[in-house]
């Protein structure tokens, strides 16, 4: 009986290996940027508006889309992001310190120039204010990379909604006619559906493929990103993802944490201690980048008398 059990139960085993197109690995690491993200954009909404860093934003429901996106982007990559999105740069490397100290004007003083050239370090380009801006800048970056260094790309994450169709044209055709290592992922908000149909249409007639996603479904949306940097990087031109969080279960809406965590619970892999692990690892790093962030705003006599 036992035998018998054993040769019943190894074709399950093998058929887990053989579709398995993520590695458990590399799920969990997605599942610790999504709560990463939800307890930054929590400790970040309770953070007086006048005291909040320009951009420090981080809106919840966008864990699913940033994770995937920046979770197989090396330290040569450049990552864009909205404005408003700028805090999540820490998913590329940038010190909590710098998300959370910003410049309400950046570029414009040395605090926003020295806060541009951490950006840059990381390969994160400067946000700029509109979709249009943040579009053109991506593409100059990926023109520039592309003699330079083959095998870079540029990923940006963008609102659907806030550029014209005449904008998107441009893009798109620009990033089609040059082939750009350039993948483009829009969201679409689950308050306005539909607002991106326009250019979803013509992206094709522009010669930029379309890849249209549940932007709640972090495991479908790693899958269209990793076949999407695959082709940037192998110069076969830019990928537009068009992410939807407006879809429902059994007419819920969809939280792509829980959802994440189902996924892994059936693979075997989702420990109940896990958030929990998770959000005291991260709520440490962010209590010390709290703390040095206030003692680097502090005049210097205070912070001698603090220290003494």
Request: proline share 6%; with cysteine; charged share 20%.
């Amino acid at each position: 009986m036992t035998a018998g059990s054993k040769v019943r139960k190894r074709p399950v085993r093998a058929a887990k290996k053989k579709f398995s197109l993520i590695s458990d690995e590399k799920l969990l690491a997605i599942y610790a940027a999504m709560q990463q993200c939800r307890l930054l954009a929590e400790h970040l909404r309770t953070i007086p508006r006048k005291d909040c860093p320009a951009g420090a934003r981080l809106h919840r429901g966008l864990e699913a889309m940033l994770a995937t996106l920046t979770a197989d982007l090396n330290e040569h990559d450049a990552l864009s992001v909205a404005a408003e999105d700028e805090a999540a740069g820490f998913l590329k490397g940038l010190p909590l310190t710098e998300v959370l100290h910003g410049a309400e004007t950046p570029g414009r003083n040395q605090a926003g120039a020295s806060r541009n050239a951490g950006l840059r370090s990381h390969n994160i380009l400067p946000p700029v204010q509109g979709t249009p801006a943040q579009l053109q800048v991506a593409c100059g970056v990926a023109l520039a990379w592309q003699a330079k260094w083959p095998g870079n790309v540029v990923a940006a994450f963008c609102n659907g909604g806030n550029a014209t169709a005449a904008s998107w044209k441009e893009v798109l055709t620009f990033a089609s006619r040059h082939q750009l290592p350039l993948l483009l992922m829009v969201h679409e908000p689950a308050s306005d559906p539909g607002q991106f149909e326009s250019v979803a249409k013509s992206s094709l007639v522009h010669g930029v493929p379309l890849l249209t996603v549940d932007g709640n479904d972090a495991v479908a949306t790693y899958r269209v990103v990793f076949e999407s940097l695959g082709r940037a990087r192998q110069g076969r031109g830019p990928t537009l993802i068009a992410c939807r969080t407006d879809l429902m279960s059994h007419g819920q809406p969809v939280d792509a944490i829980r959802r994440m965590e189902l996924y892994m619970e059936r693979k075997g892999i989702f420990d109940a201690s896990l958030p929990r692990r998770i959000g005291l690892a991260f709520q440490k790093k962010l209590v010390m980048a709290v703390e040095q962030t206030a003692a680097g705003r502090l005049p210097l006599k205070r912070r001698q008398r603090k220290h003494a």
